[in-house]
RNA sequence: GGUUGGGUGACUGAGCGGUCAAAAGUAACGGUCUGUAAAACCGUCGGGCUACGCCCUACGAAGGUUCGAAUCCUUCCCCAACCA
């Protein structure tokens, strides 16, 4: 047979092959191919449905080829969901041992023994879901026992899906995963935002699946972040950060809008509610930053940056300390800024100068004036100081 | 694998042969105001220049058509929805 002639042999009674040309050319490649059949073993017998891809995989053996064939002895475990209307009964591992066996006895009736490879897919698919005693995943047990309904019937997933957006299987996932957390570490309680609410309750279900006792749930509100509208995350930029400078922090929480205040007492402090709101919204609010940047910084510090926002911002006066830059040699102010970093490049920094954004010693300027070396202190727009040396 | 719709500046998102460095909104930045780095209002918002103009780089990638392309064609890459 030429290879022609072989190809049309392999495409007879096939449906579909995507594509020929691959097809035609692995063919005529002279390679030893290996061509993989996969079946679960979910029943005892194999019948005259599965000699259809057997006598295929037979010609290919034929041919020459190695036949693998897959028993799916893990995969059976899942329950293939294609053109079913409902879940699938769930074999044991017991159950689906014994028909594998039997399914490569009579795998080998149209089969050629020599040419065939058989390969269980637990032996890559256990070790991948962690199932390491062999007794059934825990994940597939795990799994099996959440609906679609109930991950489905989240808010946030209903409006992605009914809007026709991505959701990944991962996310969706995502919540058993989370709860099957509580069952590894036997929880008791477990805490949570309140958009973890569902989440969170997710534990309870597995950890009964499991024989545990459900863990209790706590769910707390959410922190508005410091844009004063969205919850406080890290991707939305709107947070203050444990680490973040004293003087940085101080500035964050004074820049909340002030009925964002009060929520923030309430969440954060253990301040008495009722007094903090006789008090003027200012001085409040410089307790409220004082008393965090205090938690992650130290009294010291807190009083410093106090001190310093009142310096800078209140009575606009020059903060305590700034970044110094020497200034080598007499050039244009444009370029100084872009040089000290307080200008993106000479478009920003021209920008800022007609915006009337930039002070040297005090004096706003207007123009791009040439800089002769000197000390003095350059300020750009509330926030940036540099102090010029010579 | 098939069908359909897409990939545009920090983000969302218009534009679908010239008037496009690209609408609008958000974010950001500057200014005014203020007890605040809030709100409101005004302005700026690719890079550069010997600067009411000029140059360079940009609309997934590479080619092509055209006097001229984000816009049309080809190939490729990527994404999504639906179907199977």
Request: glycine share 8%.
């Amino acid at each position: 047979m030429n290879n022609e002639e072989i190809l049309k042999d392999i495409l007879r009674g096939t449906v579909d092959v995507v594509s020929r040309e691959e097809l035609a050319k692995k063919l005529s490649s002279g390679k030893k191919l290996r061509v993989k059949l996969g079946v679960d073993p979910s029943s005892r017998d194999l019948h005259l449905g599965h000699s259809v891809v057997l006598d295929k995989l037979r010609q290919f053996q034929d041919l020459g080829h190695t036949a693998v064939l897959i028993i799916g002895d893990f995969t059976a475990q899942v329950g293939d969901p294609s053109g079913r209307d409902a879940t699938r009964p769930v074999l044991d591992a017991e159950t689906v041992a014994a028909n594998a066996k039997t399914y490569t006895e009579q795998a080998f009736k149209v089969l050629d023994k020599a040419r065939t490879e058989i390969r269980f897919n637990s032996e890559w698919l256990r070790p991948f879901m962690g199932d390491q005693s062999g007794r059934g995943s825990d994940f597939i047990l795990t799994a099996k026992s959440v609906t679609m309904a109930t991950l489905l019937g989240r808010e946030d997933f209903k409006a992605r899906l009914e809007a026709g957006s991505p959701l990944s299987l991962l996310e969706i996932l995502y919540p058993v995963f989370q709860g099957y957390d509580s069952v590894a570490v036997k929880a008791d309680i477990e805490l949570g935002g309140q958009d973890q609410r569902l989440n969170v309750l997710m534990g309870r279900d597995m950890q009964k699946l499991n024989g545990q006792e459900p863990q209790v749930v706590i769910t707390l509100p959410l922190l508005v972040g410091t844009d004063g509208v969205k919850k406080m995350s890290k991707s939305l930029g709107n947070y203050v950060a444990f680490n973040d400078q004293p003087n940085d922090m101080f500035g964050k929480l004074m820049s909340l809008p002030d009925e964002l205040m009060y929520s923030y007492y309430e969440l954060l402090t253990t301040e008495d509610l009722a007094a903090v709101k006789t008090a003027h919204p200012m001085e409040a609010k410089k307790k409220l930053a004082g008393l965090i940047v205090a938690r992650y910084h130290g009294e010291e510090q807190a009083l410093a940056a106090r001190a310093n926002f009142e310096q800078v911002f209140s009575r606009k006066e020059l903060p305590e300390e700034m970044e110094s830059y020497r200034v080598e040699k007499a050039g244009k102010l444009s370029c100084l800024m872009v040089a000290c970093g307080v200008a993106k490049g000479m478009n920003d920094a021209r920008r800022l100068i007609e915006q009337g954004a930039v002070r040297l010693g005090g004096e706003k300027v207007s123009e791009d004036i040439v800089f002769e070396p000197k000390e003095c202190v350059l300020q750009v727009g509330r926030r940036q100081f540099r102090k010029l040396e010579k």
